[in-house]
């Protein structure tokens, strides 16, 4: 956008005396951080030559985010999750280390009522789906094998519901276990399927308006913790769904998370010889390394 | 901040994504819009490496902004102001046109309510302050007089209330008037006085974080509209007072728009002869240029 001489100085002159009225901020992090979003918002509003219509159009959706928000509904939440800057803050913290896992989002469904399970048990708590053998490695990025890594894992049922979100206080689509001596581990659990994020609010009806989907690909939730490495919180993702890529309404997919589930006709033995009473069934592998800490 | 090409290579492709699910946006100018404020975002987060908890608490920001918000209290808005976002947006849309007047901010003050006066009426309505005469004219870029421009003017009294804020339904520390057929306008008004703006919920909080005042400078404001010119939204402000340049709590301050108030001793003769009954008082001037439209 072409600007004259005088109208390029008083623009930079407010964001100068913005930064300015930061400086004396006793806290040098908190000051830092203040002033960085000073200029990138600032600097939106120049390149964009944002009218005070369409500033007001953003009050106005905050507005609406606010009052659709109480203790059940976070609607800034979701907004900062479509914009990808959940995913944006996960990724800085979640330092590139040699082939350790990717991690994505926490998401909102995490409790700690998990139950414990054996190796090879079934997280799904009686929840319906297409059952899935899910089997793996927890390893460092040297290869060694990190024995006995605490795993937790919880996901959605075939209709899109958390247990979270049934009218009953049932527990289900969810468990922890312990890996074994040589790091693997194995359970039974329900193949994912999409479904959408809450958009019912301001956040929906700006999807619809740029014509997005609120549909998450489909995913099974991971927590891995072993002493002495760095906490992993990822998904693994199903191969093949329709929103990979850019398509994931929060942008939690990694292409590295995507895995091949293998889907097996009904009378398959299964690997553990568990009588699925000729049901179709699926399995995939998730091998895990953890990062070192710090 | 260092960070490895892997690193990079994921924080840049997860911007990437972003970006491209707006690209099926049927909107052209929302779509820019999105993606413009999703590089803005996603830099700023990536430049300070935001940890989740910091997240966390941008969200818990909102949220609170959202729970004090109501029709009578507009915490986006101070927000919007306090960043200086609000006064930006005016900059950039007050195109800077030779000698015209800088625009400032609207404020939440202005009503339908300003009686009509003659020149050289008084706008106080009863409010309390020190009388101080105003005078000017209206002129075009060129230097000629624009004849009949309508000028509103509204200000706090000197308890930094404006009528609105009264328990009762007067009406005080406004009016409309319109300059004569050369364009010189006068009326008496009240030496402005600072006030703070709102600061008893997440603004004020942040304001007192990182040691700024939620202080106003001391302004009168002006709208002036006239056929065939831009309308004029602005303030003038006191000189010598402490809140000037980035010392304005919303950053509303054009040097240009800072005057000289002459104080005057009781028992000074008015330019009117109006008989002050021995008050000090005092007088600035404000000449007025309006753009042209478009």
Redesign the interface.
């Given at each position: 956008m072409d600007?004259?001489p005088?109208?390029a100085r008083?623009?930079a002159e407010?964001?100068?005396?913005?930064l300015?009225?930061?400086a004396?901020?006793?806290?040098p992090h908190?000051?830092?951080?203040?002033q960085?979003?000073?200029r990138?918002?600032?600097?939106?509003?120049?390149?964009?030559?944002?009218?005070?219509d369409?500033?007001y159009a953003a009050?106005e959706f905050?507005?609406g985010?606010?009052?659709i928000?109480d203790d059940e509904r976070?609607e800034?939440?979701l907004l900062?999750d479509v914009?990808?800057?959940?995913?944006?803050?996960?990724?800085?913290?979640d330092?590139?280390v040699g082939a350790a896992t990717?991690a994505t989002v926490l998401g909102p469904f995490r409790t700690e009522r998990a139950p414990e399970i054996e190796l090879g048990g079934d997280i799904s708590g009686g929840a319906s789906g297409m059952p899935c053998w899910v089997e793996g490695s927890v390893t460092d990025v040297q290869g060694g094998a990190v024995p006995h890594a605490r795993i937790e894992v919880w996901e959605a049922d075939d209709q899109g519901c958390y247990d979270v979100q049934y009218a009953d206080d049932r527990v289900a689509g969810r468990a922890c276990m312990t890996a074994d001596d040589a790091g693997r581990y194995r359970f039974w659990a329900l193949k994912p399927t999409p479904y959408p994020i809450p958009d019912d609010g301001p956040v929906g009806m700006m999807l619809r308006?740029?014509?997005?989907s609120p549909v998450r690909a489909p995913h099974l939730h991971f927590m891995v913790t072993a002493p002495g490495h760095r906490r992993l919180v990822t998904h693994i993702f199903v191969e093949g769904a329709d929103q990979l890529?850019?398509?994931d309404s929060v942008?939690g997919v990694?292409d590295s998370l995507v895995k091949a589930f293998e889907d097996q006709p009904g009378g398959t033995p299964t690997p553990d010889c568990r009588d699925l009473g000729g049901q179709p069934w699926t399995r995939t592998r998730f091998d895990i390394v953890l990062a070192p800490e710090g």
């Open positions: 600007t004259t005088e109208q008083r623009e407010l964001t100068s005396r913005v300015e009225s930061f004396a901020c006793q806290d908190l000051r830092l951080l203040m960085a979003l000073t990138h918002l600032h600097a939106f509003i120049r390149e964009v030559r944002l009218s005070e369409e500033l009050i905050l507005t985010a606010g009052r928000t976070q800034f939440v900062s914009l990808g800057a959940s995913m944006q803050t996960i990724t800085v913290n330092r590139a990717e308006a740029v014509g997005r890529g850019s398509g942008f990694r």
